[in-house]
């Protein structure tokens, strides 16, 4: 026959094993620098999709995205001093003291260093969505990187472009109309 206190321990002890794993998760999460990262790329037809809003990461000074291959998995380093992001280089296992590696087994795959996507709650939302319809501001997102090259979005915030940024968005759109094959003559 259990005894009372044992029945009592039998219920509290997987509620305590409950609470120390969420605390080693919540104090994991806590860890690392946070940085901030510009981007763009958010659907202006679509911009929340349930609870989170999804974007593209603009690496200052990664132009061009090297092919990912499966054996050498690559990373991203982080130079500056945080939050402030100076310069982002493309590294192959090499000493990084701010490394950025993308999950594979993520949401995104082998895109998460390209994408990205914020859960936020509902209060937060309805703000959110008239930001992303500004065209003249600049979304800017908190990630937080872990020693073990791991990151995470945490925060979403939107800044006026500045003059450099205005320019480099019109020369893109500029080249993206010029591409465009010329529409067909219909004749009348």
């Known amino acids: 026959m259990i005894r009372p206190l044992g029945r009592i321990a039998a219920a509290l ?10 605390g080693q998760s919540h104090h994991t999460f806590q860890q690392g620098t946070e940085w901030e990262v510009p981007v763009e790329g958010y659907d ?10 999804e974007f593209t990461y603009d690496w200052p000074g990664v132009e061009q995205w090297p092919r990912w291959r499966n054996d050498h998995p690559f990373m991203l380093c982080l130079e500056g001093d945080a939050p402030r992001i100076a310069r982002v280089t493309v590294h192959r296992e090499s000493p990084c003291a701010h ?3 993308g999950d594979p087994s993520g949401v995104y795959g082998l895109s998460a260093l390209t994408m990205g996507r914020l859960y936020l709650g509902q209060a937060r939302a309805e703000t959110l969505q008239r930001e992303l319809q500004d065209s003249g501001q600049r979304g800017v997102v908190t990630i937080r990187q872990r020693d073990d090259g791991s990151f995470t979005p945490i925060a979403i915030r939107f800044r006026p472009l500045t003059p450099d940024e ?12 010029e591409s465009l094959p010329p529409p067909p003559i219909i004749p009348q």
């Open 13 to 22: 002890l997987p509620a305590l094993g409950l609470a120390a794993l969420w």
């Open 44 to 53: 202006p037809r679509d911009y929340l999709r349930g609870h989170y809003v």
């Open 99 to 101: 490394p950025v590696r």
């Open 166 to 177: 205005r320019a480099q968005r019109e020369a893109r759109n500029q080249r993206a109309e």
